[in-house]
């Protein structure tokens, strides 16, 4: 460590007699000069991207992926367990993701149309607060993802009465209609 000290001492020293500046005016150039080098390679290294980072549609999807997996292992457990279905596969796909449903406030004032009639209007508005993070509005609820269609494969799907009861549990379940549930035999 005292050799490397050394050695930029003399370095500077040298440096100093040639440029015929000072020594502290060259360690300030010098700490200058270094502090750009530093901040043009932090340009170039590629920073790491945190869960904030990433687009929210990504996001979305990853918890789209999520929801569905816990359904279809739900739906398994519960197929399975139907006499008759025997060993069971489930798919599910969804419509969309969780929507965030927020309190709003409905304001009625009197609105005279042209014809001169008097109308009641309703006015339709969110209630924002201002938090942390800048103005957001107040969630109420979050209403879970809508289901577009479920695929079910099992041992029992050859069945009629097998395949019955298991159209009335799921439609049951995730109150969908008949015609989004598909019921198969396996190989």
Not at 62 to 81: A, G, K, V
Not at 120 to 126: L, T, V, W
Not at 150 to 167: D, N, T
């Amino acid at each position: 460590m005292e050799k490397t000290i050394r050695i930029i001492r003399e370095t500077i020293e040298k440096i100093s007699e040639k440029s015929r500046l000072g020594k502290k005016l060259l360690l300030v150039v010098l700490l200058l000069a270094s502090g750009i080098v530093l901040l043009l390679l932090s340009e170039l290294i590629p920073a790491e991207k945190t869960a904030s980072a990433q687009p929210a549609q990504t996001t979305l999807k990853t918890d789209m992926q999520e929801y569905s997996e816990r359904l279809e292992q739900r739906l398994t457990s519960i197929i399975s367990s139907i006499d008759g279905a025997g060993a069971t596969k489930v798919m599910v796909t969804l419509e969309s993701g969780s929507e965030n449903v927020y309190l709003h406030d409905f304001d009625y004032g009197e609105n005279a149309d042209p014809s001169g009639k008097n109308s009641i209007e309703r006015k339709d508005e969110y209630v924002i607060i201002d938090g942390s993070s800048g103005e957001q509005g107040i969630v109420v609820r979050t209403a879970e993802p809508r289901v577009r269609g479920v695929a079910v494969v099992c041992e029992g799907g050859g069945s009629e009465q097998v395949r019955s009861q298991i159209v009335e549990a799921v439609t049951a379940l995730l109150d969908i209609s008949s015609a989004r549930v598909s019921v198969a035999k396996m190989n």
